[in-house]
């Protein structure tokens, strides 16, 4: 047995990986390959956009199978496999090796459909400068503000990022952006505003509400992207007519989803991303928003945009920055947390790493905002209330509105579906819990109030996954999702799950007053402080910790790793 079968035995490849390797061997005669396909579409796949040959110690299963992989993964081998034809460097082969990265072609036209539409975005040139002036100081007030330099910014590029952590003012930027754009335009500006998810989408419509009618819709939506079509319906040939397109919660959107949309743009239209480059990045492969960041060398400017900062925004900004520099604007003051104290104090640790320094905020906090309860104690008798007093003020309320407002306050957060602390057990043991209470029958697969999960995209329902709702008993039981007017008859509902408790991931997009991150001791790659960082940053008002002291420093100590040729494509 080779180590490729015995890797798919241990279900460490799935039966994807070993399908497109033996596809590959059999299309291209390269019959000992099947470990080196199988390894890399794994990869590719998975989390990243490309393999690095020189650290493919990133792969899980690298230590129990170091010397098949490096010999594997050699350039000896690569240049074997480069003879029947299967790989070529920057050529139109099914893999691409460059750089010392191996890539599968479509990931890397994508990178460098990105990577070219950010290098070749424009400077736009400022028309009527004393309006420019006035407006800024309209929207933002007199004096120096990092927010009056993000709008200038967005003003000036035709590509901008604005990125900063909850309460920094991003979405209250972007809305004067348009306000001061508006009005410095000859004709009405076409406006898109869009999210990588619905409930993203719908968190968008709440935040940044517009009296002229916007409305935001996914990127799927907005790109006409549904389950038997994976490409936009638009090109540069046929691009969309939209003068400014705004993404939100841009560090969920991966690399093809990325691609597709730059390549959607007309030749003269605003792209604005919005995000928070230490969350976590898309569930699909890609960290776009990151690399960006990382390129562009976050609040350095070049002098000449530095000299327009100070004349427009009245700000001082470093001018030692590069051309990439100019793209992107960190707005780093909370307006929420003071982050010399409580969840935002524990939020900065969190994006230093500093495990000594989040486990003295948790443990020892003094705003009443951070609880803390060891994961030896009683943890499932905590659940067993927490369950119980949530379904209690749910049902109390009298109409479908208040209800789902009631359910949205909040939510338990683990890093993993499977495992004791895991959602799917969670859920369960709720369901349980609830049924011993007498608050619902064992036997019932809907009941009134109770929280559901949408798992998989439905284009005819117009229900995404991801998107949370609630079932009303209602002439029958009802499902109502935040957003909609409507309720969907619980029996047409896609495919579904109780949602007493959401991974980590499912949260992004989403705020709740209240916080319960389960963290248990994990050797896994993604216990990472992205995910921790994330984690608290969806608690608004209070955030309850399960966990031990070990745990909490060791998600701080490790980082999400994801491998890409963009960052260092936009420094070239």
Same mark, same amino acid.
Not at 28 to 40: I, P, Q, T
Not at 162 to 176: A, D, E, N, S, Y
């Given at each position: 047995?080779?180590?490729?079968?015995?890797?798919?035995?241990?279900?460490?490849?799935?039966?994807?990986?070993?399908?497109?390797?033996?596809?590959?061997?059999?299309?291209?005669?390269?019959? *000992?390959?099947?470990?080196?396909?199988?390894?890399?579409?794994?990869?590719?796949?998975?989390?990243?956009?490309?393999?690095?040959?020189?650290?493919?110690?990133?792969?899980?299963?690298?230590?129990?199978?170091?010397?098949?992989?490096?010999?594997?993964?050699?350039?000896?081998?690569?240049?074997?496999?480069?003879?029947?034809?299967?790989?070529?460097?920057?050529?139109?082969?099914?893999?691409?090796?460059?750089?010392? /990265?191996?890539?599968?072609?479509?990931?890397?036209?994508?990178?460098?459909?990105?990577?070219?539409?950010?290098?070749?975005?424009?400077?736009?040139?400022?028309?009527?400068?004393?309006?420019?002036?006035?407006?800024?100081?309209?929207?933002?007030?007199?004096?120096?503000?990092?927010?009056?330099?993000?709008?200038?910014?967005?003003?000036?590029?035709?590509?901008?990022?604005?990125?900063?952590?909850?309460?920094?003012?991003?979405?209250?930027?972007? /809305?004067?952006?348009?306000?001061?754009?508006?009005?410095?335009?000859?004709?009405?500006?076409?406006?898109?505003?869009?999210?990588?998810?619905?409930?993203?989408?719908?968190?968008?419509?709440?935040?940044?509400?517009?009296?002229?009618?916007?409305?935001?819709?996914?990127?799927?939506?907005? +790109?006409?992207?549904?389950?038997?079509?994976?490409?936009?319906?638009?090109?540069?040939?046929?691009?969309?007519?939209?003068?400014?397109?705004?993404? *939100?919660?841009?560090?969920?959107?991966?690399?093809?989803?990325?691609?597709?949309?730059?390549?959607?743009?007309?030749? *003269?239209? /605003?792209?604005?991303?919005?995000?928070?480059?230490?969350?976590?990045?898309?569930?699909?492969?890609?960290?776009?928003?990151?690399?960006?960041?990382?390129?562009?060398?976050?609040?350095?400017?070049?002098?000449?945009?530095?000299?327009?900062?100070?004349?427009?925004?009245?700000?001082?900004?470093?001018?030692?920055?590069?051309?990439?520099?100019?793209?992107?604007?960190? +707005?780093?003051?909370?307006?929420?947390?003071?982050?010399?104290?409580?969840?935002?104090?524990?939020?900065?640790?969190?994006?230093?790493?500093?495990?000594?320094?989040?486990?003295?905020?948790?443990?020892? *906090?003094?705003?009443?905002?951070?609880?803390?309860?060891?994961?030896?104690?009683?943890?499932?008798?905590?659940?067993?209330?927490?369950?119980?007093?949530?379904?209690?003020?749910?049902?109390?309320?009298?109409?479908?509105?208040?209800?789902?407002?009631?359910?949205?306050?909040?939510?338990?957060?683990?890093?993993?579906?499977?495992?004791?602390?895991?959602?799917?057990?969670?859920?369960?043991?709720?369901?349980?819990?609830?049924?011993?209470?007498?608050?619902?029958?064992?036997?019932?697969?809907?009941?009134?109030?109770?929280?559901?999960?949408?798992?998989?995209?439905?284009?005819?329902?117009?229900?995404?996954?991801?998107?949370?709702?609630?079932?009303?008993?209602?002439?029958?039981?009802?499902?109502?999702?935040?957003?909609?007017?409507?309720?969907?008859?619980?029996?047409?509902?896609?495919?579904?799950?109780?949602?007493?408790?959401?991974?980590?991931?499912?949260?992004?997009?989403?705020?709740?007053?209240?916080?319960?991150?389960?963290?248990?001791?994990?050797?896994?790659?993604?216990?990472?402080?992205?995910?921790?960082?994330?984690?608290?940053?969806?608690?608004?008002?209070?955030?309850?910790?399960?966990?031990?002291?070990?745990?909490?420093?060791?998600?701080?100590? /490790?980082?999400?790793?994801?491998?890409?040729?963009?960052?260092?494509?936009?420094?070239?």
């Amino acid at each position: 047995m080779n180590t490729a079968d015995i890797l798919y035995k241990n279900g460490q490849l799935r039966d994807i990986d070993v399908q497109f390797a033996k596809q590959m061997c059999e299309i291209f005669g390269c019959h *000992d390959a099947h470990l080196f396909f199988s390894v890399l579409f794994y990869a590719v796949s998975t989390e990243h956009t490309c393999l690095k040959t020189d650290r493919i110690d990133i792969l899980p299963f690298y230590k129990e199978f170091k010397d098949e992989l490096d010999e594997t993964f050699s350039s000896a081998n690569i240049e074997k496999i480069a003879l029947s034809g299967a790989v070529a460097v920057n050529e139109n082969a099914p893999v691409i090796y460059t750089g010392g /990265r191996l890539y599968l072609a479509s990931f890397y036209r994508s990178e460098k459909q990105v990577g070219g539409f950010i290098k070749n975005s424009k400077n736009l040139p400022v028309t009527d400068g004393e309006k420019l002036k006035k407006l800024l100081a309209r929207e933002f007030g007199e004096g120096a503000n990092m927010q009056k330099t993000a709008a200038l910014c967005a003003c000036l590029s035709g590509f901008c990022v604005i990125t900063g952590g909850p309460g920094t003012g991003k979405t209250t930027t972007v /809305r004067k952006v348009l306000n001061i754009l508006n009005e410095l335009s000859d004709s009405p500006l076409n406006v898109a505003l869009t999210a990588p998810t619905g409930k993203a989408a719908n968190r968008l419509n709440e935040t940044l509400a517009d009296e002229d009618g916007l409305k935001a819709v996914t990127l799927h939506r907005l +790109l006409g992207i549904t389950g038997s079509r994976d490409k936009s319906r638009f090109s540069q040939d046929y691009p969309m007519a939209y003068d400014v397109v705004i993404v *939100d919660e841009a560090s969920m959107v991966d690399l093809k989803m990325m691609s597709e949309l730059v390549n959607s743009l007309k030749p *003269d239209a /605003r792209l604005i991303l919005l995000g928070d480059k230490d969350q976590l990045s898309s569930v699909m492969p890609g960290s776009v928003l990151g690399d960006i960041c990382t390129a562009s060398d976050t609040n350095m400017f070049t002098r000449e945009r530095a000299a327009l900062i100070k004349n427009y925004a009245e700000t001082d900004v470093s001018p030692d920055g590069t051309p990439m520099s100019d793209i992107t604007v960190a +707005l780093t003051e909370s307006h929420r947390f003071d982050d010399s104290e409580g969840i935002g104090r524990l939020a900065k640790t969190c994006r230093q790493g500093d495990g000594d320094a989040a486990a003295d905020v948790i443990m020892n *906090d003094i705003t009443g905002r951070i609880s803390f309860i060891p994961a030896d104690s009683d943890v499932m008798g905590f659940f067993r209330k927490y369950v119980t007093d949530l379904h209690k003020s749910i049902t109390a309320e009298v109409n479908h509105e208040n209800m789902l407002a009631a359910a949205a306050r909040s939510i338990i957060l683990c890093p993993n579906v499977t495992g004791r602390f895991g959602t799917q057990a969670i859920n369960s043991f709720a369901l349980s819990a609830l049924s011993r209470e007498g608050l619902r029958s064992s036997t019932e697969k809907y009941f009134h109030g109770q929280p559901v999960m949408i798992t998989e995209n439905d284009y005819s329902m117009n229900l995404f996954n991801g998107e949370t709702g609630l079932v009303v008993k209602q002439d029958g039981m009802k499902a109502y999702f935040a957003g909609r007017e409507k309720p969907v008859g619980v029996m047409r509902m896609p495919a579904w799950t109780n949602v007493y408790a959401m991974t980590v991931h499912k949260s992004q997009g989403s705020e709740f007053d209240h916080v319960i991150l389960v963290l248990p001791e994990s050797d896994s790659p993604i216990a990472t402080r992205e995910l921790f960082y994330t984690a608290v940053t969806r608690a608004k008002e209070k955030l309850t910790v399960i966990s031990t002291e070990a745990a909490i420093r060791s998600y701080l100590k /490790r980082r999400t790793e994801r491998f890409s040729g963009l960052e260092e494509y936009l420094k070239s």
